[in-house]
Each structure stands twice: as C-alpha cells, then as structure tokens.
C-alpha cells in the first residue's frame, strides 16, 4: 500500500497530510477539531481528505497519528482512579514526594501542592522484599495481596499500579501481584513500576508507573474507538502513535504504555522540522510551532533535536524519554485584556480555542485574540484555507477597538500592541531552549510553522537574530508531516550505578547487548524488518556526589573503539558547555538504556520548477497593511504559484490553503528548491 497518512491533533484545528511513497506527492487538509471526542474530527477528516486525493481509505498503509488525549487526561484531571500497591511501610510514598518547589522567593509558604494521582486512601502496603541486589529478603505475603487486591476492588479503582522496593533490579514480586491481580480483577489494568521504569530512585519510578497507570483506561477507550471507526472506513494498515521522544509505537503498546505519548502532540512538530530540514540543507534550528492556543518551541542541533529524560505535563514530572520541547499559552486563540488593577495590556494564556474561536471566526467568539488584531492590522487576508473559510474583519475591528478604548490609543497601535507582546512571550520561550540550555541563537536559524507560525517567524527571527527565517512547505500541517516521516523506536533503561574507574567496557558492553537484544525484539514483534533496525545506547553520568546526571546518546562502535574514557571525555566536555566548569571528583555510571529504531521512510521532497526570480506571476493583488507604525503598501502572493528562486520583498503575504507567511519590512523572501520561504535581513 504506497499511502501514508498524518494525523496532529491540536486544540482549534486537526491537521492530515496524505503522502504518496512512490511519487513524493501530497495531499493535506484541515478539519476544526472535536474536543469532546477528537476520534470524530479525525474520522470526517479522513473521509475528506481521501475524496480529495481520489483514492480509498484501503489503500493507506500506515496511519500515524500525534495526539493529546493522554495530556489532556492529565491536565485536566481525568485521569482513571488509581489504585497503588507498595512495599511495607513505604505508603506514603507519593505524599513525601521530593523537596523540590517551584517559585520564587518564600514559594513554600503559598504553593499548593499537587494531588497525587493515587489517592492515600486507595494505596495500601503488602508485606515481602527484595534488597538492592535483588535478593529476596522476606517472601511475598500472598494472602496480604489478595486482601489488598479486593479491597481496592471494593473501593471501585480503574486502573492498579504495583511498586514494590528494588524492583527495577528483581521483578519476581511485582509479577506475582499482577498475576493475582488478573485472576481477581480481569478487567482492571495492571502497571507494574519495573515493566514501564526500571530505574532506581523509587519515587520517581513510583510516579511514572502511577502516571502511566491514570491514563491507560482514557488512551485504551480512544484507541480502541479510532481503531474501529477506521475499521468502518475501510482502512487495514497499521496505526502507530507518536512518542513523546519523536518516534512511533504501535498502537498496541501505546495503549500498554501511554506514559511514553503524553507529550506525543508537540513532537509531531519537531519531527517534521527535522524532515524539512534535511531536505533544504539546514543542520542547525530553533522551531516555533503556533497553534490556537499555545506555542510549542525545541532546539535541533546538527539534525538531532535535543531530548530531556523527563515529560512534564502540567505539575507532573514523569521519568519518561521526551523531546526538549517548552511550551507558552501564546496562540493565534490568545485572548488580549485590560486588567482594572494594572491597566496594563494582556495576552493570553486564556484561549478562545475552537469554540468559540476568535470574533474574526464568526462562530461566536466576542474576546479579542491575537487572530483578531493580525487582521485588523492586515497580516491575516480574509480568505483562509484556499478561500473556503472568510474572516470577519469588521468583527475582527469591533472586538480589538475594547482593547484600544481601554488603553486610550488607536485601533491599529491596540493591534499592533497585542502582536508585540505575544511575539515577545515567544521570544521568551525561545531564549529558554537556546541561550538558558548554553546555545547561541545567532547560529541557529527559526523555522515557524503551525497554522500561525509563519504570521511571527520574521518577527521573531528579529528578535533571536536567528536567520533565515524559515516558512516550510505545508507550516500548518507540518506536525501532520512529522507523524508520516518518522520511524519506529523503542527504548529500555537499567540502572547499573557504579564508580566508571570499577567498570570494565567489556562489562558495560555486555549489559547493553543485552538490553539491546530486548528493544530489537520489541521492534520485529511491531513487524520491524531486521535488516531495518538500528540500536543506540544512552548513558546517564555524573560526578559522584551530584544529585543529577547528563544523558549521553553514544553508539556500539564508538564504545567499543573509545571505552569507556572516550564517554567519561564526552561527558566533562558538555558539562562544561552546560554549567562551565567541570570537577576533579570521579565519575558515576547511573543509568543505562538501550534505543531500538527503524529505519525512516526515504519520502522525497519534489523540487520546484525554476523561476527567474520575479514573483509577478503569483502576485494577487496589491495590498494595505500597517506596519513600523504607519499605513503601508504591500502584495499578497498565492503560495502555490511560486517558483524556485523567486524573490520577495517585504512587506508581503503570501497565502495558502494552511497558513499564511507574513514578510516584513526590511527583509526579502527567497523560495528555495523544494518549495521552503527563507527570509532574510535586506542585505544579508
């Protein structure tokens, strides 16, 4: 089946993007979301976009999809309820938590902290133990389990956790109790802490395993519906959901595991950047990825996009591989006010989103929003999605003139006002992943994409001093692009926690072959060709004595080649970049992890055909916008008549069916050879 289809779920729009494997050609589409079930915008979005590409739904062979719902279960706290299992005498494991607070100056006496995912009420303690070689101390108190198991069932939990001391070393306890657990609860899922986390540090194993526990029920029930409705529709191939960490898993494992995907809905972005950048020479970039309601941003250096060793969701932190990725509440759906107290201009993190959307929407909406003030200013055209969606403009006028009698100034400088600050909150999420991580942006060029990225990259790019900025092909359904590009990718961690002068490589190398053999199986049972699977291994180290370790992504020949030392000098090298300076005290081996991947789709880019570098031939017609402070002549420019080595320059809009890009003054647009906008600084 030569089809693949990408699917992004975000919080106003659900984006596909059908790819043709034999040709490069692709199809794309935007459908208005469906939060109360986002199975649904999903199922009409694939009916239309297969009508459009004239083919039936039977001939997809892939479907790949990013979603939020395992997030969304978590943010807003519908999580299943939650039953946990511990150790004796650890059942207020959750409760004690770590010392760790956020805020400011006397945070502590004004932080509420969180609720934890399993109630004490519903954690109880079973006697047996394991010590930290993973000899069993005590035997496990079967009958105690079973009491425990039925009053947990009594108490109507949806979902079990079991997280027993040491287990990440010796599992024995951990399986029998899942055993019972089936035989006296069929129905209820199990998460056993030393199958999703086997790592030391039992509270940050406890609450992954917790985390992963609260969500399996919400991800189960959706995927099972979407697996069915596509069913219905007539498609048979696979349906892998993305990872947190950029890559796929089937969907089987997702519903196992969804602790790996509650960040699967920003990663589509970063993927899809990385696809457009090796296709248009770029090895360095910042993504700014602009949807209704927030923003997502992430670093890519040398064509590996950063990843962290935790997902943060809200208050939860869970120990769970995840790209670097920061987010604002800084949307095309973010609201701008006037607070009676300050007085002082607003924007967001409150969101218009879907419904009602923004007032230039006409479905209702009456707050003004950034989508508002972008077409009073004349950024944003009327026209939208290729013309099948019109703008209310006056509308659009009507609701940011509140903001404007507010402040006591005009309509356009109250527009324009609401733009600068949102730009800003962006610029500021930026430095977080760029200059606060040791990287300077000025080396690093912006790609803005989403459905109002390309309105805010030149902007930005401004304000980064990061060139060109980069409006990719298809930016408003480029996390749908990212699904479709990926690879599969599986991971397992050990902890090994050892001084690096008492181990041996042979030892090490020994260990990984093994968690290597694991993570390769897990891929051929996902129907992962052998000749197609690639492994790397991690390596998370310290200086004894620290309580945080660096994670290192090495491979087998570079550790068998290097040993040991060439990994102890990778590590004082970005510990110096990250913290400058580095110790004389000796290094810790903590953890291990070893990263199955399959091989990523060789899916071409189509190059354009050459132009002489004059747009007129895409011009639509001259247009009005304000910018710099005053009334300005510009041109809109249909995207789609573009060629390659057309040159553009600012101010201009050009216009497609997903997105708009908006070049400023003072900058000049060029179209590269497979179809990217690069805009750079007159000049440069």
């Keep these: 089946m030569r089809?693949?289809?990408?699917?992004?779920?975000?919080g106003t729009f659900t984006d596909l993007l059908l790819f043709d494997n034999e040709t490069g050609g692709f199809w794309r589409h935007k459908t208005p979301s469906t939060p109360h079930d986002s199975s649904e915008g999903i199922l009409t979005g694939v009916g239309e976009i297969t009508a459009t590409a004239g083919i039936d739904a039977s001939e997809i062979g892939y479907f790949l999809h990013g979603t939020t719902v395992a997030t969304n279960a978590v943010l807003e706290g519908k999580g299943a309820r939650v039953g946990?299992?511990?150790?004796?005498?650890?059942?207020?494991?959750?409760?004690?938590?770590?010392?760790?607070?956020?805020?400011?100056?006397?945070a502590w006496i004004i932080w509420p902290k969180p609720q934890p995912l399993a109630a004490l009420e519903d954690t109880l303690e079973v006697g047996g133990r394991m010590d930290a070689d993973g000899k069993e101390v005590r035997p496990l108190d079967e009958d105690g389990v079973r009491a425990a198991i039925a009053t947990l069932k009594a108490k109507g939990v949806e979902a079990l956790t079991v997280s027993l001391m040491n287990a990440y070393v010796n599992g024995e306890h951990e399986k029998r109790i899942g055993d019972i657990a089936a035989e006296l609860m069929p129905d209820i899922p199990v998460s056993l802490s030393h199958?999703?986390?086997?790592?030391?540090?039992e509270y940050e194993r406890t609450l992954s395993t917790v985390a992963n526990a609260a969500v399996r029920p919400v991800v189960g029930k959706y995927v099972s519906k979407l697996r069915t409705g596509l069913?219905?529709?007539?498609m048979q191939g696979n349906l892998s959901l993305l990872r947190s960490d950029g890559g796929l898993m089937s969907a089987e494992k997702a519903e196992e595991h969804p602790v790996n995907i509650l960040m699967s809905g920003p990663a589509g972005g970063v993927t899809g950047a990385l696809w457009v950048a090796k296709n248009a020479g770029f090895d360095n970039i910042l993504t700014l990825d602009v949807g209704g309601t927030s923003t997502d941003v992430a670093l890519i250096e040398n064509l590996e996009p950063r990843r962290e060793r935790t997902t943060e969701v809200g208050h939860l932190s869970v120990r769970a591989s995840a790209l670097d990725v920061k987010t604002?509440?800084?949307?095309?759906?973010?609201?701008?006010?006037?607070?009676?107290?300050?007085?002082?201009?607003r924007v967001g993190p409150q969101s218009a989103g879907a419904v009602p959307g923004p007032v230039a929407y006409g479905k209702g909406g009456e707050e003004p929003t950034v989508t508002d003030a972008n077409v009073v200013l004349g950024y944003l055209p009327e026209d939208l999605l290729g013309g099948s969606f019109k703008l209310d403009r006056a509308g659009a006028e009507k609701s940011v003139q509140t903001i404007a009698d507010a402040l006591g100034i005009g309509l356009m400088e109250a527009a324009r006002g609401i733009i600068d600050i949102v730009n800003e909150n962006m610029f500021g999420a930026l430095r977080m992943i760029s200059v606060q991580q040791g990287y300077d942006p000025r080396h690093f060029a912006l790609m803005g994409f989403g459905g109002a990225g390309p309105l805010h990259v030149n902007a930005v790019a401004r304000l980064m001093d990061s060139w060109p900025a980069i409006s990719p092909v298809s930016p408003g359904v480029l996390c749908a692009l990212g699904d479709a590009t990926t690879r599969m990718r599986t991971e397992t961690a050990r902890s090994f926690s050892r001084l690096a002068s008492d181990t041996k490589v042979e030892e090490l190398v020994a260990v990984l072959d093994e968690m290597a053999t694991q993570t390769r199986s897990e891929l051929l049972g996902d129907g992962v060709p052998e000749s197609e699977i690639t492994t790397q291994f991690e390596v998370d180290i310290r200086y004894a004595g620290q309580a945080f370790e660096v994670p290192l992504t090495i491979d087998p020949e570079t550790l068998r080649s290097g040993g040991i030392e060439a990994i102890l000098q990778r590590f004082d090298e970005e510990h110096n970049r990250l913290f400058t300076f580095n110790m004389d005290t000796p290094h810790e081996i903590v953890n291990l992890r070893a990263v199955a991947m399959g091989e990523a789709p060789e899916l071409p880019a189509a190059e354009l055909e050459k132009g002489n570098g004059d747009p007129a031939h895409a011009k639509i017609r001259d247009h009005t916008l304000w910018m710099d402070g005053k009334?300005?002549?510009?041109?809109?420019?249909?995207?789609?008549?573009?060629?390659?080595?057309?040159?553009?320059?600012?101010?201009?809009?050009?216009t497609e069916m997903d997105s708009t890009t908006l070049v400023e003054t003072g900058c000049v647009a060029t179209i590269d050879a497979v179809g990217n906008i690069l805009i750079n600084l007159e000049g440069k």
């Design 631 to 654: 009334e300005q002549q510009g041109a809109i420019y249909d995207r789609a008549r573009l060629k390659q080595g057309d040159t553009i320059p600012g101010p201009a809009i050009i």
């Design 328 to 345: 604002v509440g800084a949307g095309g759906g973010s609201i701008a006010y006037v607070p009676e107290l300050t007085g002082a201009l």
């Design 195 to 201: 199958e999703v986390l086997p790592e030391m540090q």
């Design 3 to 10: 089809y693949r289809l990408g699917v992004d779920v975000g």
């Design 84 to 106: 946990l299992i511990t150790t004796e005498g650890y059942r207020h494991i959750l409760q004690i938590a770590r010392s760790f607070v956020p805020g400011g100056l006397a």
């Design 231 to 234: 069913a219905d529709a007539g």
